[in-house]
Structures are given as structure tokens and as C-alpha cells.
């Protein structure tokens, strides 16, 4: 008796078990599923693998020519600034900003000149003086961190006004809210990779998060 006992338990688990699995399943929008998205391969099994999907994702980011992302390499501030405005829904401002002459230094830069007029005009970012903008130049993690924590808002503004003088009050306000996550950064001035700058961005941009 205790054998057929603990048989019908067993079995009732099993059928327990089988119909919640089909009650999960029938949550799953499979509709949503695009098996032709192809993410690179360099990020395949590696610690960036979600953020770039979900910059990939989100069409702030495509592959290089040869479909890899190379995380290692560094991004120029013209290049930071057309994620940026990506990230930021700020691309339909970057078609009607695309002729507006605000920095003076972005021959050779039609590609990104919309998207960086539409950050500076979002109050994203700056130049770097004298009506320049230096495209070119890499990056580095306090600017990543500071075109970021603008885009939170005045109050987030106000409050690394408090903290003193750029760049001082940046590093200070990102420390403070763990911004740089798994990013170990060693030198804020320094010119920042890849894939810091997506694990930064998906860290700590709620634009980029499943709604």
C-alpha cells in the first residue's frame, strides 16, 4: 500500500510539474524571436556578450566590416557621441541638427555631426574649446561617465555641481553610485574600450533595459 501510495504522489508530481512547464511556455512570445540577429562572434561566451546585445539590440551599435566588435579597441568622441544619441532617442533631433554649424572642426564628419549636435543641444556634452569638438580623439571614461550621468537629469546634474570642479566631481558622483560596475577603471583619463563602454552604458542606461 505505501508503494502505490508514494507511485500516485510521484505521478501527481510529475503531472504538476508538465503542466506548469506548459503554463510557462505559453508566456513566451515566440513571435518576438528573430533567429536572423547576429550578434559578434568575439562576444560570444564573454562577460560583454549582454550588453552589446542589447546595444545591438537597440541599433546603437552595429559590428565592424568584418562583423566582430572588437571590445579591446578604443572609440573616438565622435563615434561615443552617435551611440549616444542613439541610446537617447536623439537620432530624429540628428537629422534636423545634421546641418547646423555649432563646432567648427567636423570636416570629414557628416556621419556623426547630426548626432553630435543633438547631444550638445540635449545638454550631453561639450566641446573641448575655441568652438572645437576634437572628433577624433578617443573617448576617455570620465567623459563616457559624464555624458551618461547627464543624461539622468538636472537633479544628477546638481548634485555633481556639489562635488567640485569636472572632473573631480564626475569620478566622485560615479564612485558613489558604483556607476563602473565590473569596469575596473585605474586612470578616468584615460581613453576608454569598447567594451567598457558598453558594459558602462548598459549599466547604467534604462533606455537600453527590456521594458
Not at 179 to 199: E, F, H, N, S, Y
Request: charged letters at 15%; one cysteine or more; proline letters at 4%.
Amino acid at each position: 500500500m505505501k508503494k502505490k501510495a508514494a507511485a500516485r504522489i510521484a505521478l501527481m508530481a510529475l503531472i504538476l510539474a508538465m503542466t506548469g512547464a506548459a503554463a510557462a511556455f505559453a508566456d513566451v512570445d515566440f513571435s518576438q524571436w528573430n533567429s536572423q540577429v547576429i550578434y559578434p562572434q568575439d562576444v560570444i561566451n564573454t562577460h560583454y556578450f549582454l550588453s552589446v546585445k542589447a546595444l545591438t539590440d537597440n541599433k546603437v551599435i552595429t559590428g565592424d566590416a568584418d562583423g566582430l566588435f572588437h571590445a579591446e579597441r578604443n572609440i573616438t568622441r565622435a563615434e561615443f557621441a552617435v551611440m549616444m544619441a542613439r541610446a537617447t532617442n536623439q537620432a530624429g533631433k540628428a537629422v534636423e541638427l545634421q546641418q547646423e554649424e555649432i563646432f567648427q572642426d567636423l570636416a570629414g564628419y557628416t556621419w556623426a555631426r547630426g548626432s553630435i549636435n543633438a547631444c550638445y543641444r540635449a545638454g550631453l556634452l561639450q566641446g573641448v574649446g575655441g568652438s572645437s569638438f576634437a572628433p577624433a580623439n578617443p573617448v576617455t571614461y570620465q567623459e563616457v561617465v559624464t555624458m551618461i550621468a547627464r543624461f539622468r537629469g538636472p537633479n544628477a546634474e546638481a548634485e555633481i555641481a556639489q562635488y567640485g570642479a569636472w572632473p573631480r566631481n564626475i569620478i566622485t558622483y560615479a564612485q558613489l553610485y558604483n556607476m563602473p560596475g565590473p569596469v575596473a577603471i585605474t586612470d578616468w583619463a584615460a581613453p576608454a574600450t569598447r567594451g567598457d563602454v558598453a558594459l558602462l552604458m548598459y549599466r547604467n542606461m534604462s533606455t537600453l533595459k527590456p521594458s
